[in-house]
């Protein structure tokens, strides 16, 4: 038996309206959650789990819904290769509730424009929520969604992070274009030539 503690306010999103949340948690993996509305301890009963490792995954899921992602994004880590980062804000600015709203506006930005340019370049979900930025995403964004946000913490300037994730994507695809050549069964000359001049393209913008 597992035990995570949420947020009171957030009771509400674990369990679900009438709850259909706890009951499709049930349902996907055999975890049972008994949730005490009181002290918002969620318990994790894993007696009829279908295998021993999906209740590290169930925890994720509480965590995430309990950090504010919706139950479709929450539930991309019941997927393998799906993680969750819980990053705090007290670890870059100290305990000073004003400190702690000026970073919260910095990672949001007018108008939602960072928390959206950040989610774009990468594929990864962000929640800001208390003092806490948290973020889902898989294998290949994860980490640079997790850098570009520890960035913005530490102080970078919104045009440095917003260059760091352009150059990510560019590598990310010329990486995708090696993949394609590579896996190709003696492609003809034009074939090839058409991917090189695809990166030469690329190589030119830098």
Known sequence: MKEVRVPQDRVGAIIGKDGEIKRAIRERTGVVLSVDSETGEVFLDNSKAKDSLVVMKVEEVVKALARG?????????????????????????????????????????????????IETMTGAYLCIYGGTVAIIGDVNSFEVAKRAVDMVLSGSEHATVYKFLERKRRESKLATLDSIVNIQKEPGMDELDEFKDLKDEDDSEE
């Open 69 to 117: 992602f919706s139950p479709e994004n929450a539930f991309k880590l019941l997927e393998d290769d799906f993680y969750l980062e819980i990053m705090d804000i007290h670890d870059y600015v100290g305990k000073d509730q004003s400190h702690i709203r000026r970073m919260k506006a910095r990672i949001i930005g007018k108008n939602g424009k960072t928390r959206r340019i």
